[in-house]
């Protein structure tokens, strides 16, 4: 699975909208590009993917740069129970289900 | 709530005693998995279950012996463990197990402590 890279922390004021960056420049053409969250003493939990368009559902929007090599989760109003380490995956369409977790982006919440 | 329980949330175990963690799903997924999580360190995928049938197996030592009985239970049969086997074992299910984008739904996890 091509890697990808994620800052280790962000910071977002409470209410705020907040922007998760990812770059996978050796992402490839049958990559889906995937977000899971881990909250605190959870298990973590699917957010949202996508293959080329922008996608929007309830949790986040995902918008993807035209070359496919970022991306960036878009929580549009951030709470106090966002506060979460942020996975962002690649996975081939044709392989097989294995997730391949890095270290995500500890996304800390201020009041 | 994911579907995915397990039990028991909480694990203290001896270094010579024999234990089980559990895993349900109840969504009707083909498809189960085990990850550990260690202090500081990626999720990292044990094994991997399609239909019943064991399909990966990430050289896991073999005091970790994995049970799945049929599509919505999942065990993790334990013994012998080292204290540098506490950690946080996730379950996870999916529909299928192919790479169609799609979803993988967590359990809670059980915190195992290896005394």
């Known amino acids: 699975d091509a890697k990808t890279t994620q800052p280790n922390s962000m910071e977002s004021n409470e209410e705020e909208p907040v922007h998760l960056p990812c770059n996978h420049s050796?992402?490839?053409?049958?990559?889906?590009i995937h977000w899971y969250r881990q909250l605190p003493s959870q298990g973590p939990e699917y957010v949202i993917h996508?293959?080329?368009s922008n996608v929007n559902n309830r949790m986040a929007s995902l918008a993807i740069a035209e070359d496919r090599k970022s991306s960036t989760l878009i929580l549009h109003r951030a709470t106090l129970r966002d506060a979460a380490v942020y996975y962002c995956?690649?996975?081939?369409?044709?392989?097989?289900?294995?997730?391949?977790f890095g270290t995500g982006t500890r996304l800390t919440i201020i009041p | 709530e994911t579907g995915v329980t397990q039990t028991p949330r909480h694990l203290v175990m001896g270094m010579t005693n024999k234990k089980s963690l559990k895993c349900e799903q109840h969504?009707?997924?083909?498809?189960m998995y085990w990850y550990k999580q260690s202090a500081k360190k990626p999720l990292e995928l044990m094994f991997v279950?399609?239909?019943?049938?064991?399909?990966e197996n990430n050289s896991v030592p073999s005091r970790f012996s994995p049970e799945c009985p049929n599509s919505s239970h999942l065990f993790l049969h334990l013994h012998t463990l080292q204290p540098e086997d506490s950690a946080l074992y996730l379950c996870?299910?999916?529909?299928?197990?192919?790479?169609?984008?799609?979803?993988?739904?967590f359990g809670p996890g059980t915190r195992l402590t290896v005394l």
């Open positions: 050796t992402i490839s053409g049958t990559d889906y």
């Open positions: 995956i690649l996975r081939d369409v044709f392989g097989n289900e294995k997730l391949t």
């Open positions: 996508g293959l080329t």
């Open positions: 996870a299910s999916s529909r299928t197990r192919t790479g169609l984008g799609d979803t993988q739904y």
């Open positions: 279950y399609s239909l019943e049938e064991r399909v």
């Open positions: 969504l009707g997924h083909n498809a």
